[in-house]
């Protein structure tokens, strides 16, 4: 299995601020990554993908990509109460397989 | 959207029986389908990826004698733990792979997962 490593967490934010949600993959040689938020003894729900360097946005989330630092993020910004799930990072490998993160719970207060 | 069904959706059963989950392609030919599980607060780990027509090939440390993947269509592959035991309890997800007609991109679906409860 490859390695994925993500921040423990658990992630508590009130309201209208920002989450940040970080992950950090073993292989170097990896080309695609994707955020899954994923509630409890549900399947996971794709977020977002990215495949290049830099940022890429969609509503209020935001991936960023660091190939050259192994590192891939999640941004949530005005994040509200529905936020509030478990968000996995997972790499992506040949032939469509995915390796996951532990995940993060991410907890947004009113 | 493409839909994957999963069944059963939560499967209680006595150790040492053996127990079938079924994943199913609804509106697209999946060659390809991945069989996940996911312990209380952890990751979903990979077990095996499962190929039309051909035998499954299987992560490193999970037992292929113990989980029994059958992909003998290209809308359904199955997933068979034999021989339960307690520590066998998990949810268990599947995945299949759309390769799309000419326009659209490459997609994982996910199931809606079965949750095993060995007793």
């Known amino acids: 299995q490859k390695e994925v490593e993500q921040n423990s967490g658990p992630l508590s934010v009130p309201e209208g601020a920002i989450a940040s949600l970080n992950c950090t993959y073993s292989?170097?040689?990896?080309?695609?990554f994707f955020w899954y938020r994923q509630y409890s003894g549900k399947s996971p729900e794709l977020i977002m993908s990215i495949y290049s360097n830099g940022d890429k946005e969609d509503g209020r989330f935001t991936a960023q990509l660091n190939k050259a630092s192994q590192y891939v993020s999640l941004l949530i910004r005005d994040s509200q109460p529905s936020d509030s799930a478990t968000y996995l990072c997972a790499v992506g490998s040949t032939l469509g397989r995915l390796y996951f993160g532990r995940g993060t719970q991410l907890t947004v207060w009113p | 959207g493409a839909v994957v069904s999963q069944h059963p959706s939560r499967v209680i059963c006595k150790s040492g029986t053996s127990v079938k989950i079924e994943c199913r392609s609804l509106d697209f030919q999946a060659t390809t389908m991945f069989w996940y599980r996911q312990f209380p607060k952890q990751s979903l780990m990979l077990m095996a990826t499962s190929n039309e027509g051909s035998k499954a090939t299987y992560e490193q440390g999970v037992e292929k004698d113990k989980f029994l993947i059958n992909h003998a269509s290209l809308t359904l592959s199955t997933l068979t733990v034999t021989s339960a035991h307690p520590e066998d309890s998990s949810f268990y997800i599947c995945s299949a792979r759309d390769l799309g007609g000419k326009t659209s991109n490459e997609k994982l679906f996910f199931g809606s997962g079965t949750q095993l409860s060995v007793l």
């Open positions: 292989d170097r040689g990896s080309q695609s």
